[in-house]
């Protein structure tokens, strides 16, 4: 399937965004919540905003949106600390302003062909996977049944707890999930190389083939794959997908300056029917299909 994309541009928007908290997680992990009711009413899973971390930084840092509540107009995005500028961001307080730019970016397309959706996402790379969590409980009419598979080497931004729903397929004692996607009643596991209890013991990729392979035929024709983290798990990622022939999109990650399609400083090739062609992530994905970044037989 190739995603379709709804023309986007023109329609980013330029906010100041109230800070109405943040909670902090080991490994320098922070949930912040903004009032931003433009933003948060147009964003989608998989889209982005562009955030202004101290009015003294010049650069903006993208961050996906993990949630909405449109109702109270507010947005919540999950980050991890690299340098200055997410540094900066992590002693912002409640009734600060920050500029926001956004919703920025071509989100993630469900599927409704193929419902058994298996969401996968490694490290700060699980907020888009939460969003699309929600948006397909919020389409649940349509068949959608989500699995949320998460990764992470350093402890989860959240209090994982056991799962009482099963999944079959699923390894034996890997019974840890996501606590709100657990709540909802979306099934979530959990994996990890770092010893966690009630992890899986070893890659989220290898998690996601395992249960695959569980399938039937008939049920791997329903299957689509969503996925967002850092590349090298993106790369794995296309392969199981490309190995149990089912369709996948993935979100990437790529340095940006303006993020809003005008630098060029995002692109990336990507295949088209017509040839590689080079595309911004900002503008034109971030989300693309997998077959597309990473074409079969690539390394
Ligand atoms: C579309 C998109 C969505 C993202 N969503 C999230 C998210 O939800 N949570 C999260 O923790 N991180 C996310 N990131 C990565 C995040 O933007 C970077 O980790 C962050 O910009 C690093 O900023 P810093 O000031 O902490 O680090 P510094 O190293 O000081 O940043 C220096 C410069 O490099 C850029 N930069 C550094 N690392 C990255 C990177 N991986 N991707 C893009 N630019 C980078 C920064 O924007 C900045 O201009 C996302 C990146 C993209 C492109
Ligand atoms: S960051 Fe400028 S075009 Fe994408």
């Not at 290898?206 to 791997?220: E, G, I, K, M, Q």
């Not at 029917?273 to 595309?279: N, R, S, V």
């Amino acid at each position: 399937m190739s995603v379709a994309h709804p023309a986007h541009r023109g329609s980013i928007l330029l906010e100041d965004a109230q800070v109405i908290g943040q909670s902090s997680w080991p490994g320098r992990q922070y949930v912040l919540t903004l009032r931003a009711p433009r933003i948060a009413a147009r964003a989608v899973a998989g889209s982005f905003v562009h955030l202004t971390c101290d009015e003294h930084l010049p650069m903006r840092r993208p961050l996906s949106v993990q949630r909405v509540d449109t109702r109270n107009g507010t947005l919540e995005i999950l980050y991890k600390v690299i340098g200055d500028g997410l540094d900066r961001l992590s002693r912002a307080a409640a009734g600060d302003s920050l500029s926001c730019l956004g919703p920025i970016g071509q989100g993630f397309t469900p599927n409704p062909a193929r419902p058994l959706a298996l969401l996968i996402g490694g490290g700060v790379g699980m907020p888009p996977m939460v969003f699309l969590a929600e948006t397909m409980l919020a389409r649940a009419a349509e068949g959608f049944r989500p699995l949320a598979l998460f990764g992470s080497e350093i402890p989860f931004p959240f209090q994982p707890k056991p799962s009482t729903l099963l999944v079959p397929g699923i390894p034996d004692g890997a019974i840890a999930a996501h606590p709100l996607l657990e709540d909802w009643g979306v099934a979530s596991r959990l994996a990890t190389q770092a010893g966690f209890a009630g992890c899986f013991a070893g890659y989220v990729t290898d998690l996601a083939a395992a249960w695959l392979a569980s399938l039937d035929s008939a049920t791997l024709a329903r299957v689509s794959v969503y996925a967002c983290g850092p590349t090298p798990m993106l790369a794995a990622t296309a392969r199981v997908a490309q190995r149990f022939a089912v369709p996948c999109q993935v979100s990437l990650e790529e340095f940006m300056a303006c993020a809003v399609g005008g630098c060029a400083g995002c692109a990336v090739e990507v295949q088209t029917p017509d040839g590689p062609a080079m595309k911004r992530v900002c503008v034109d994905g971030p989300v693309f299909d997998a077959s597309a970044v990473f074409p079969p037989g690539a390394p």
